[in-house]
């Protein structure tokens, strides 16, 4: 009965709060949860979170960020298809971190041709070819941030950009280095290979950036003037653990000058969200610094069941219930150019 629940031992009772909440406020509660606190759990509650979680309108905006080991890499890949598949070609901004690959990317890039924001943290299973493939299909794209992606060169960063002549806003963030060497007097201080190669392809393909972030980056002094003559409405800029810039003097006054929002190389990351570690430059680049995982890519993904078993669950169910995933996932052998 509308209103009401019929409990054992016990006559009726109020509806649950979050029944009766405005849909608008509904869908700003669940979105602040992340698509796959969403698809796993949310959207179980009743049918009146379903039906909103079913809405094209609230898989615009995709996080799916994680830490890695909240569920299995299989669930994480097909969770995101089905986000993909529920904005309807709607989608703006999405945020992937720690499983990405490039058919997952290709799967994005065939339907959010509207895309705007892209992030891409951790994903070791996406190429520089398979990022700069999918981008060409966002002519839309004004932000774009990659973090911890060694793979990604200066000439895939050409690409891209080439690709995406509205880029405002582009990030490209990994761990700072420093290696330690002697003068000829015995003193030892540090010293980091320059590569001006990322800021260069910057400074001559985005003319339009407003913001950029290159947190551990083995830019010179060299490299940022090339940046402050190519990027010239630049206003913000995050230079943290560049330990090859010097903004001593007249320098550190120019920039200060050209940069309303300027982060030094050596100012704090007590604020900054991933990992500030300060890697030994030659240990670094050992071969077991990255490795790609065991783990297989995904797919049959049109295979895949989705939760319409849900349309008819109660709306006065305990939102805390657990229930289970479902468990009958397809697998399929990693394309080759997975690893291109």
């Not at 320098?251 to 929002?261: A, M, Q, V």
């Not at 190389?265 to 077991?288: C, H, K, L, N, V």
């Not at 849900?310 to 052998?333: I, Q, S």
Request: hydrophobic share 35%; proline share 4%; with cysteine.
């Amino acid at each position: 009965m509308v209103g009401s629940i019929v409990t054992a031992g016990s006559s009726s009772s109020a509806p649950p709060p979050w029944i009766e909440l405005p849909r608008d406020v509904t869908a700003d509660i669940l979105q602040r949860r992340g698509a796959i606190e969403i698809l796993e759990s949310a959207q179980k509650v009743c049918t009146t979170w379903w039906t909103v979680c079913k809405d094209p309108t609230m898989w615009r905006v995709i996080d799916m960020r994680n830490s890695g080991d909240d569920l299995e890499i299989v669930n994480l890949d097909i969770l995101c298809r089905r986000a993909v598949d529920r904005s309807l070609g709607e989608l703006i901004d999405i945020d992937i971190e720690c499983f990405g690959t490039n058919d997952l990317l290709r799967y994005i890039s065939d339907r959010s041709s509207r895309l705007k924001h892209l992030r891409i943290t951790s994903c070791s299973r996406i190429s520089g070819k398979g990022l700069a493939t999918a981008v060409t299909k966002f002519p839309e794209l004004e932000e774009l941030h990659i973090c911890y992606m060694p793979s990604i060169t200066a000439k895939d960063i050409e690409i891209i950009s080439i690709s995406c002549p509205m880029l405002k806003a582009f990030t490209f963030n990994t761990n700072g280095l420093k290696s330690f060497t002697f003068n000829n007097r015995g003193y030892m201080f540090p010293h980091v290979e320059i590569n001006d190669s990322y800021a260069l392809t910057i400074a001559k393909n985005m003319p339009n950036l407003r913001h950029l972030r290159l947190f551990g980056n083995r830019l010179s002094n060299d490299g940022l003037k090339a940046i402050f003559d190519g990027c010239p409405n630049l206003e913000s800029l995050d230079l943290r653990q560049c330990f090859n810039v010097d903004l001593r003097g007249d320098f550190d006054r120019i920039c200060s000058e050209r940069i309303k929002d300027l982060k030094r190389p050596s100012d704090s990351t007590a604020d900054y969200e991933w990992d500030d570690t300060i890697y030994d430059g030659e240990a670094y680049y050992s071969d077991d610094h990255y490795s790609v995982g065991d783990y297989e890519d995904y797919g049959d993904y049109e295979d895949y069941e989705d939760y319409e078993y849900y349309e008819n669950y109660d709306d006065y169910t305990n939102p805390f219930n657990d229930l289970p995933f479902p468990a009958n996932l397809a697998w399929y052998d990693m394309n080759e150019d997975d690893y291109l």
